[in-house]
């Protein structure tokens, strides 16, 4: 709870602070909230504006030229994993990421290219939320390419096509 805090402060003080500041005030934060117990009142007014940075990053991959069908499966994917993490995208960390996605291959029986599929959606958005300053580093960054075992067709020499011709021909 004390880091979800120390997160959101330094996510507010975003417009104000440059990156060194921002340091600062986040080491500070933690020396000094280690001596508190940190919880969250439940109906606390807190901003959660998750479905509305979502619609704005779909705004833009469409003025970008994204096709429709590419748009749903971002906006599909990205709530589903808004939905599933139940947190403000502004919190989320890496760990709820690697979870996320290690879950969703579990439960879905996903095969790793889909799986890369939802880390690439998933960079491209947080890293759209680092471009726009609404969070200070995507969580995605530290998720590597999903490896994938590819199928190398057997080429074919130029002698073999000739004959591939001739007799199909």
């Known amino acids: 709870m004390r880091d979800e805090l120390i997160s959101e402060v330094v996510q507010r003080m975003l417009p104000y602070l440059d990156n060194k500041q921002l340091a600062d005030l986040q080491s500070n934060l933690n020396q000094v909230l280690q001596r508190y117990d940190v919880e969250l009142i439940k109906g606390g007014n807190s901003e959660n504006d998750s479905q509305e940075l979502v619609e704005k990053f779909i705004s833009a991959k469409r003025v970008e030229g994204c096709s429709e069908k590419t748009l749903k499966y971002y906006l599909a994917t990205i709530e589903v994993m808004t939905s599933s993490l139940e947190k403000d995208v502004r919190t ?12 969703y291959q579990t439960q879905n029986g ?42 190398i067709k057997e080429t074919y020499t130029d ?9 199909h021909a």
């Open 92 to 103: 989320i960390q890496t760990e709820d990421l690697r979870k996320y996605l290690t879950d």
């Open 110 to 151: 996903s095969s790793k290219v889909t799986i890369d599929n939802i880390r690439r959606i998933l960079s491209s958005f947080f890293s759209w939320l680092e471009d726009e300053d609404y969070i200070i580093k995507s969580p995605v960054r530290r998720i590597h390419k999903v490896k994938t075992v590819s199928n």
């Open 159 to 167: 002698e073999e096509l000739e004959l591939i011709v001739y007799f």
